[in-house]
């Protein structure tokens, strides 16, 4: 996924370090087990439209990349482009990844009924 404006352009991956940080954020220890709720969370979060999650998703999604997405540029994005195409973006995103993509969509199809 790539985010361009300004003839600045972002790439963004949800492959393998994504889901291992956003589990590394997104994880709790109940009796012992380590529970990794990266995925489910941020979709979640996504569906609720929370911004601060988006962004902090295509973080993320940029951390192995360069150039490196900031906070200002997204800010500058959404003021420019508004959110809603994004969040879809992102989701279609996290659907399509082989490491995002079954986890997402069983959260999407919890959240249809």
Not at 16 to 26: A, D, V
Not at 38 to 46: E, F, K, Q, R, T
Not at 75 to 80: D, F, G, K, L, P
Not at 82 to 111: C, N, P, Q, R, W
Request: aromatic letters at 8%; one cysteine or more; proline letters at 1%.
């Amino acid at each position: 996924m790539e985010l361009t404006m300004n003839e600045k352009t972002f790439s963004c991956k949800f492959g393998y370090g994504f889901l291992k940080e956003i589990n590394q954020r997104y994880s709790i220890e109940r009796s012992g087990m380590q529970l990794k709720l990266g995925v489910g969370a941020i979709v979640s979060n996504l569906l609720i439209s929370d911004v601060d999650t988006l962004f902090e998703v295509l973080l993320i999604a940029n951390m192995t990349e360069k150039p490196r997405l900031t906070v200002k540029f997204l800010e500058e994005y959404v003021e420019q482009n508004g959110t809603k195409e994004l969040f879809e973006v992102v989701i279609d995103e996290l659907k399509k990844s082989e490491y995002t993509g079954m986890m997402t969509a069983k959260m999407l199809e919890e959240a249809q009924v």
